[in-house]
């Protein structure tokens, strides 16, 4: 199925937002705002997948599919066809060795976006140096993030990631805006705030806000004007890019045959190219014999 992209982007539209049949509402709702591609996100705990006991002998055990949820059905809405739903994986995990059983699930490779959350050093070093993914996210519950060295954020930019900073939390607590601020100006410092996208991670519909109210509130996460139009315009469309390119390989290209007309005037430079090269022959002077 062939998909178009356009902005303005929200890559965090949370599954709850859809509950209790809001779902038509809340579309209509982020359409209105003047969004035009977004995501349902669906979010996993790995580590939940680790505490599991070992079943006893004789039992089925539940493959990775059944630990990775369906992706969210997303029903075309009459009137809203320009709008593009796509859906959004996010991993959360702290021992890289589950990540194995999570890629090779069937429900895996149904999600358009993939999103990560290391909760550990180890964790983060796996997604710096060899896990393919679109979009690297933090916890704003939690105060002291992973420290990254300048080298890894340059090996992440490289790598196709996007650095996500949610909105609706910074809006709903204190502490929780405390914390995503600290987040984004670390992002400023490390990285100029590049490839830094906003999104909602609303859990309700009534913290979902306008694109020109996320420029307005870039400012306060150390982004520029520039920055900020770029974090739902531009680094959007980039993320779908490179999640195309990671499913389906690593450049995306298209070839179309261009049938070239000869003209008058290509033939007159042949037969002057030509007519000087024989010219040149004549005028060359004879070879000298070299004795043996």
């Known amino acids: ?3 178009e992209v356009r902005g303005f982007f929200d890559y ?3 599954e709850h937002c859809l509950d209790n049949n809001k779902y038509e509402s809340t579309i209509k709702l982020l359409y209105d705002f003047g969004y035009r591609t977004i995501a349902i996100n669906q979010t996993i705990d790995a580590n939940e997948l680790e505490q599991k006991k070992k079943k006893k002998k004789g039992e089925l055990r539940e493959g990775p599919s059944d630990f990775v949820p369906e992706p969210y059905k997303i029903t075309p809405l009459e009137g809203y066809e320009d709008l593009t739903i796509l859906n959004r994986l996010t991993i959360i995990f702290s021992n890289q060795d589950v990540m194995h059983k999570i890629t090779k699930s069937s429900h895996y490779k149904k999600y358009h976006i993939i999103a990560v959350l290391p909760e550990t050093v ?9 896990f ?3 979009i690297l996210c933090f916890r704003p519950e939690n105060k002291n993030h992973i420290k990254r060295s300048r080298k890894m954020y340059k090996q992440l930019i490289d790598r196709g990631y996007h650095f996500e900073i949610p909105y609706a939390p910074a809006i709903e607590d204190a502490a929780l805006r405390r914390n995503i601020i600290h987040m984004a100006h670390l992002y400023h410092i490390f990285i100029k705030s590049r490839n830094v996208i906003v999104s909602s991670l609303a859990e309700r519909p009534s913290l979902l806000r ?3 109210d996320i420029i307005n509130l870039g ?3 150390g982004l520029n004007e520039e920055q900020a139009k770029n974090s739902i315009t531009t680094c959007g469309r980039k993320v779908f890019i490179n999640s ?3 499913k389906h390989g690593k450049a995306v290209m298209f070839a179309e045959n261009v049938e070239k007309e000869e003209s008058s005037n290509d033939c007159e430079i042949i037969d002057c190219v030509d007519e000087s090269e024989e010219d040149m022959e004549i005028d060359q002077p004879a070879l000298k014999k070299v004795k043996q």
């Open 219 to 221: 400012l306060i996460f």
């Open 244 to 246: 195309v390119g990671r």
């Open 122 to 130: 180890q964790a983060n070093a796996f997604v710096c140096s060899s």
């Open 132 to 134: 393919e993914a679109d």
């Open 210 to 212: 306008g694109p020109y």
């Open 12 to 14: 965090g539209v949370s």
């Open 1 to 3: 199925m062939k998909l």
